[in-house]
């Protein structure tokens, strides 16, 4: 272990409903970056969690009539059966309702107020109760709704507390230009300098008791409870139990990274580092958007459309490695995306073809013609060269900074690879170099080159389809625990051992699978 040390989060995701498509996306994303960073050695700290508090939970436990204990118990659950059904490891699951939580947002929200930067008035705006915010007249479409929820805001008109933002506009903007990887992709550091354009309204971060009743009370006054999102973005402070432990937040805030949907980009690059700095912290290192995923035709996906993907669902039909590695090379890197279950099943068994034939045959040939062991040969230059062009650009994809974020293009240098040797298969013809005994070496070389490929492979997809990872280097007798990662992708490691049976990887569905429900 070296001693870099990184803390990954997720957003924490409403409890109101099932965990959907786009919760697992974001999770997975985050988990392939943990697995990532701790091949390179490096200490991480990866967290998602539940948000349990604001008016859109209240609505719900009113409607399902069950206590509030009962629903956090039984709807935070869901998320951590997803989330273990998707092979996700994560070190905490936070919960805003815990003690800890709140006894942390009460201590930052006295901070802010004790350095005199809260103020109080009256206010009148229309509140959007799916983003739990604050909308503009320009934040809405044309028909006056907010695009993300298709509902029209409520106007409310109420006395409340206030962070005014407007203060910190300059140096928001100047931090951003300073440093141009802050948020990536660059079409969203684009989007937040064009809002920071414009003066910021003050953040209203109370809600009176008598219209708010779930939330975390405002310690300087008892009739207010906190604002769910200066509630829940504290998460990733009171995460590392900041201010109590300074030690903590000193070993990994500096290399910080929030990862989230297009749809929460304004609270967590305005409200957030004007929040942080509020309390003296300095700004996440790192903030990585994705786009949506969407319904074919670019539709929301909606039970009513009936296009609605359920992950779980999916991970009963494809296999969890399956699901997770599907899902990041679909995702495009700088758009919203269309999912089916056909689009879903087709990338399926594209894996299945190239990269799951690609292993069975190499272990077959194996078997077949050097008696299950990989081969003690010198390789020719050629084929020496075919090597190392891939053990080079294998061992980018999980080594080089700028391709570990890249997840999508690090699964079509997968396919890549894996459609190269499936095509060394076919131009070498291993069962035609087994007749000709003059041919023995070539074909031991044959063996071996594919033999060090699928190896190779079988690292670089680690992070993202652990298990099958595990399988296949099992089964060529390859231990990723021996070496450091450098070495996992220099030659020579696997000669003279005898490789397991190996099994189908990505078994061909079913037509009870693929028809459509
Ligand atoms: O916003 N495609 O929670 P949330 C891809 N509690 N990702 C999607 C998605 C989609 N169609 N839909 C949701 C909240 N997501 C707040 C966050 S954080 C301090 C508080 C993912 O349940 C994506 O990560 O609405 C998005 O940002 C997040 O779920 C929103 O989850």
């Not at 107020?113 to 799916?130: A, E, S, V, W």
């Not at 044309?142 to 005014?164: K, M």
């Not at 003690?376 to 080079?392: G, N, P, R, T």
């Not at 190269?420 to 007749?435: R, S």
Request: with cysteine; aromatic share 12%.
């Amino acid at each position: 272990m070296n001693d870099i040390n990184t803390y990954i989060t997720t957003p924490i995701y409403y409890l109101n409903g099932k965990p959907h498509l786009g919760h697992a996306y974001t999770t997975i994303l985050g988990d392939i970056l943990r697995r990532t960073f701790e091949l390179r050695g490096e200490n991480v700290f990866y967290t998602t969690g539940t948000d349990e508090h604001g008016q859109k939970n209240f609505d719900t436990i009113q409607k399902l009539n069950m206590t509030f204990e009962d629903y956090v118990k039984e709807y935070s659950q869901n998320f951590k059966n997803l989330f273990k059904k998707l092979g996700i490891d994560y070190d905490l699951f936070v919960q805003t309702s815990c003690p800890h939580h709140t006894k942390i947002v009460k201590q930052c929200l006295q901070r802010v107020y004790d350095n005199g930067l809260i103020i109080k008035k009256k206010y009148t705006g229309l509140y959007c109760k799916g983003c739990e915010q604050f909308k503009k007249e320009s934040d809405l479409d044309e028909n006056g709704c907010c695009p993300y929820h298709q509902e029209q805001p409520v106007e409310i008109s109420e006395e409340n507390y206030f962070l005014p933002l407007e203060p910190y506009r300059e140096w928001l903007k100047e931090y951003i230009e300073n440093n141009p990887d802050w948020i990536q992709p660059s079409s969203f550091r684009t989007e937040i300098l064009n809002m920071l354009k414009q003066p910021l309204e003050d953040l209203c971060i109370s809600r009176p008791k008598n219209r708010v009743h779930l939330g975390v009370e405002i310690p300087f006054d008892t009739d207010y409870i906190t604002y769910i999102w200066f509630d829940a973005l504290i998460n990733y402070i009171s995460s590392l139990d900041w201010p109590n432990n300074d030690t903590n937040m000193c070993k990994f805030w500096p290399n910080s990274i929030h990862i989230m949907a297009k749809d929460i980009i304004k609270p967590h690059c305005i409200y957030w580092p004007i929040m942080l700095k509020a309390l003296g912290l300095l700004p996440p290192h790192r903030i990585m958007i994705h786009g949506f995923l969407v319904g074919e035709g670019g539709v929301k996906m909606s039970k009513s459309l009936g296009n609605v993907i359920d992950p779980e669902e999916m991970v009963d039909k494809i296999g969890a490695d399956a699901f997770r590695f599907v899902l990041v090379n679909l995702m495009n890197k700088n758009s919203d995306t269309q999912v089916s279950e056909n689009i879903i099943f087709n990338a399926y068994n594209r894996l299945a073809n190239t990269f799951g034939n690609l292993y069975f045959r190499t272990c077959k040939l194996i078997e077949k013609f050097n008696e299950g062991i990989i081969p003690d040969i010198v390789l020719d230059s050629s084929d020496m060269q075919f090597v190392l062009s891939m053990a080079e650009k294998l061992k980018s994809v999980l080594l080089d900074t700028k391709n570990i974020y890249d997840i999508q293009s690090n699964t079509e240098v997968i396919f890549d690879i894996s459609s190269k040797l499936n095509y060394y298969i076919d131009q070498k013809q291993p069962w035609n170099l087994a007749k000709d005994e003059a041919r023995h070496d070539e074909l031991l070389s044959t063996l071996y080159v594919l033999s060090e490929g699928v190896r190779m492979l079988g690292i670089a997809i680690s992070p993202i389809m652990p298990s099958v990872s595990q399988k296949i280097l099992t089964s060529l007798s390859f231990d990723m625990r021996e070496s450091s990662i450098e070495n996992m992708f220099t030659i020579n490691t696997t000669k003279f051992r005898k490789i397991q049976a190996p099994e189908i990887l990505f078994p061909r569905l079913c037509d009870k699978d693929t028809q459509a429900n």
